[in-house]
């Protein structure tokens, strides 16, 4: 009864806000904002992860001066092309208080930087029952929660899928038949990574693809990685005890699947760490057999690649089950818009009006479908724009119903640090996968103790 009091209280004052932050009455008092947004791991097609905000703070003077109230609002933009410098210049600022009262990072921030007294629950500042708000996918506005606090609101989704060269498919016997149909075979858990790996030596044995070709995965440590975790049946996250899960059986196989491509001869053993621009170009221009990336990478392969008929030569689906009857996956990694304790309350509640407008359909579509990013509502979906891009309306359809993301949780840094340097022991045969799963289930319980359930 009190929550549901206070947070009408919340609802009012938020909307009482529109007209004290520009004046009430007449004559109206002019209001200058500056409102600074930062975003993180934003190429040049991400744009819009800042241009919205310049466009919501047009819309919200104009609202004032329909209304005759005077209020202007600068917007200072910065982004960052990768993520570690972002964020180590976000908490250095943050720390000296000179940080962004808007920032735009990956859900799984929000934990580590709530517990850091850095954020403010948007949950406070906005309406979340109101349109636009309530009109985005529960799935994505609850990846922006941490304790049952809402802090963010997403600012885009995407998945991470696999794809496959079709003339090299061709190449060692598919019809068109089996092309077209791979999608939903995935699907049904029929045909699965193993089959993968079979498939991309055939590639290499018929000589359609160079040796370590046949699967070129992520170049990288990414959160694509947990994708496989998961497709062996991992579980990253029990809702119930609200705490990280370490499965030893299926990070056993997860390891031993990227052992068996490189001991197939089919991925190098000197993969990861390969210059990104190399990658791209090489998985765009047909070197590779099959390979996984993210649905944004769309963009970059019809772009900076020049790839010209990508439908006509690339398949993508689901990752597949690790085994026969198993469930595929695919991993969604909202970015979502934060506001900081940076300023005044008053400078909350104007950079939360504008990551409102932000997330009304006609704006976000336009991040979406310039920078190859899903829809963050069914609203989104239907406008023209998105509806006739080939791309954003399969890519939805096809991934979207099967995604998972990674859990706030503090310590899932730690978690990942471990994953990724057993997994690496593997990849490069310096432990075997069942040594390096058995490690890293040790190294998990010293240093997360009762924040992780190891079984």
């Known amino acids: 009864m009190f929550k549901g009091f206070n947070v009408a209280l919340r609802r009012l004052a938020v909307a009482a806000f529109a007209l004290a932050a520009v004046g009430a009455g007449a004559p109206a008092l002019a209001k200058d904002f500056t409102i600074t947004v930062w975003s993180g791991g934003t190429s040049d097609p991400e744009h819009y992860r800042v241009d919205n905000i310049k466009l919501a703070a047009e819309q919200l003077q104009r609202e004032a001066q329909a209304e005759g109230k005077d209020l202007k609002i600068k917007v200072d933009a910065r982004v960052f092309n990768d993520w570690d410098s972002f964020k180590q210049a976000f908490t250095l600022a943050a720390q000296s208080k000179t940080g962004p009262n808007i920032v735009v990072s990956g859900h799984e921030d929000i934990a580590a930087w709530s517990q850091a007294g850095l954020l403010r629950p948007v949950e406070e500042l906005v309406d979340l029952d109101s349109w636009p708000l309530n009109a985005i996918f529960p799935n994505l506005t ?176 689901l990752i597949p089950a690790g085994e026969k009857g198993g469930k595929p996956t695919t991993l969604t990694h909202p970015l979502v818009y934060l506001i900081t304790k940076q300023g005044s309350d008053d ?90 799963a058995r490690d890293a289930a040790a190294e998990a319980k010293s240093r997360l103790g009762d924040a992780i359930v190891v079984r």
Do not use: C
């Open 142 to 317: 609850n990846s922006a929660k941490f304790n049952n606090v809402t802090y963010g609101l997403p600012q885009d989704a995407e998945a991470r899928p696999l794809f496959a060269w079709i003339p090299h498919l061709k190449a060692i016997g598919w019809s068109d038949a089996d092309i077209a149909s791979l999608p939903d075979r995935i699907g049904k858990g029929q045909y699965t990574l193993y089959d993968m790996l079979a498939d991309a030596k055939k590639m290499q044995d018929k000589g359609v693809v160079a040796p370590g070709y046949g699967f070129y995965p992520r170049n990288v440590n990414g959160p694509d990685f947990w994708q496989f975790y998961v497709a062996f049946g991992g579980q990253m996250f029990d809702p119930k005890s609200a705490k990280l899960v370490f499965d030893q059986a299926a990070m056993t196989k997860f390891y031993k699947f990227f052992a068996d491509a490189v001991a197939m001869g089919v991925t190098k053993k000197n993969h990861i760490g390969l210059p990104t621009d190399q990658w791209y170009a090489e998985v765009a221009s047909g070197k590779a057999g099959f390979w996984h990336g993210g649905t944004w990478h769309y963009a970059r392969y019809t772009g900076k690649e020049n790839l010209k008929d990508f439908f006509g030569t690339v398949q993508f689906a």
């Open 347 to 436: 400078d909350a509640n104007i950079a939360a009006q504008l990551v409102t407008i932000a997330s009304e359909p006609r704006l976000n579509v336009l991040h979406a479908v310039s920078s190859a990013h899903l829809a963050i509502s069914e609203a989104e979906t239907r406008i023209p724009l998105y509806a006739d891009n080939r791309w954003a309306s399969e890519a939805t359809k096809r991934l979207l119903p099967s995604a998972v993301s990674m859990p706030n949780d503090a310590k899932l840094g730690t978690y990942w640090d471990i994953m990724w340097n057993g997994l690496l022991a593997a990849w490069t045969s310096d432990k075997s996968p069942e040594a390096a």
